[in-house]
């Protein structure tokens, strides 16, 4: 089925909540109802070429270009069935043409149910919420709970399990999680047997587990805020496509979140965790580290003789960051490797996650990242600038080398109708584009693309 004639439906749609927006956009604020519905449309086309892998045969990944439509819908109904107590509900489908490059998500595809889950609020003391059922959770800075359905491609983030955020004082709260994530969802309709988690298509059955706690306030007598965290994930054993087993695993994380906040305009954010496993000595060693500072020049000011003063940079923002994941050094007996747990998602880059089609789904390790980063705002448009050297801890890419190459990437966010003040027809637009000049990590030395637009509408 060729781009034109799939995408000609999703046009129209797009057409028709834009040409609905004026009207909705004269409605008036009105009291939230107990029963509430709406959803949203999501249209994106993403080209890429040469991205590079750590191997020999293939050097790129893929086959080199590829371009391909994704359209993504979502509808949702909440109510209130008490003061204190609501039902969610949220279905999604999405399907991709693809105009070169692997098939995936081919239309009819299947209709997910992403969301269903009951949210009781002020339960366990004020301020309180109790969420029980398929959920998002996104917990500290997302780089380790975020992604439930690693092998989703950006349809889904969704956990089965509990979740609890407990206020403890003024200054303290905890938050708790609990899931189980089987490998293959069974509730969906037009049932296609996808993998939602594991590192590999290859590899079948591979469920997730897990559990974990969030200490969160400010520290030093309300001075530092941040988090301690303890996150436990239990993979289930499984098989290869061969027959051969891939036995359970245990990742047992500690660590912290620290968020400093030196003035009005100068920030920090530093993050260190720890991974092992208590039944196994010499299994698992691996760490994380995160260390940034921010300068928000929209808070500083200078003198004005009309005016007292004025912002200095308004809606600037500059940033200088550095993330360190651990690679496995094939001379210890130890797992040096970091797993990203729940986070398998394009948090360090959109391209970047294609150099690990080889070595699974996300799976972020052996990456050292200085990056610089300049965000400017103006009225509801937003354009983001980042760039630095990639390094790999260890040698293990076929070129030989640590120098994973040097990334670039640009976004820009903009307003393209304003929608009603519930949201009703609210419609943004993206652009981004990433570059990656590869270095001697890798056999290939063609300069890889990243290019994405799209198009978010909601009703």
């Known amino acids: 089925m060729n781009a034109e004639r799939n995408f000609f439906p999703a046009i129209l749609a797009i057409a028709f909540a834009a040409a609905a927006q004026p009207v909705a956009a004269q409605e008036s604020a009105a009291e939230k109802p107990a029963f509430r519905y709406g959803g949203d449309i999501r249209l994106r086309q993403e080209l890429w070429d040469d991205i590079p892998l750590p191997t020999e045969t293939p050097i790129v990944t893929r086959n080199g270009f590829n371009n391909t439509y994704r359209l993504r819908s979502r509808a949702f109904a909440a109510y209130d069935f008490a003061d204190w107590a609501t039902a969610n509900v949220r279905l999604t489908h999405m399907f991709y043409d693809t105009v070169a490059g692997p098939e995936s998500f081919k239309w009819p595809d299947e209709l997910s149910l992403d969301t269903a889950n009951l949210e009781f609020r002020d339960l366990t003391g004020d301020g309180s919420r109790l969420v029980l059922g398929r959920q998002d959770i996104f917990l500290g800075s997302g780089r380790l709970v975020f992604e439930g359905t690693a092998l989703d491609a950006a349809r889904t983030t969704f956990f089965d399990g509990v979740f609890l955020h407990q206020p403890l004082s003024d200054d303290f709260s905890t938050d708790l999680f609990a899931v189980y994530d089987k490998d293959e969802d069974e509730c969906v309709i037009g049932h296609v047997h996808r993998q939602l988690r594991g590192y590999s298509p290859a590899v079948d059955g591979r469920d997730e587990a897990g559990a974990g706690i969030f200490l969160n306030g400010a520290f030093l007598d309300g001075t530092l805020p941040g988090s301690l965290y303890y996150i436990w994930k239990h993979e289930t054993t499984a098989r290869k496509a061969d027959g051969s087993e891939v036995p359970n695993a245990d990742i047992h994380t500690l660590g912290f979140i620290l968020r400093p906040k030196f003035s009005n305009a100068f920030s920090g954010e530093f993050e260190f965790a720890r991974q092992f496993d208590p039944a196994d000595a ?144 609210k419609t943004t637009g993206c652009f981004l584009a990433e570059l990656l000049d590869p270095g001697d990590y890798y056999l290939s030395d063609h300069t890889a693309y990243f290019f994405r637009w799209q198009i978010n509408i909601t009703f």
């Open 282 to 425: 010499d299994g698992i060693d691996a760490t994380l580290a995160y260390a940034g500072l921010f300068l928000a020049a929209d808070e500083l000011t200078m003198p004005s003789s009309a005016k007292g003063s004025v912002t200095a940079f308004p809606g600037l923002k500059f940033g200088l960051d550095c993330l360190y994941l651990s690679g496995d050094d094939p001379d210890s007996k130890r797992n040096e490797a970091f797993n990203p747990l729940f986070s398998r998602y394009p948090f360090i880059s959109e391209l970047m996650i294609y150099c690990f089609d080889t070595e699974g789904a996300g799976n972020w390790n052996n990456i050292i990242h200085p990056r610089a980063t300049v965000k400017a705002k103006y009225e509801g448009h937003s354009l983001t600038l980042a760039g630095g050297p990639v390094y790999a801890e260890e040698r293990n890419g076929a070129g030989g080398g640590r120098n994973r190459g040097v990334l670039y990437m640009a976004q820009y966010d903009f307003p393209i109708l304003a929608g009603s003040k519930s949201g009703c027809g």
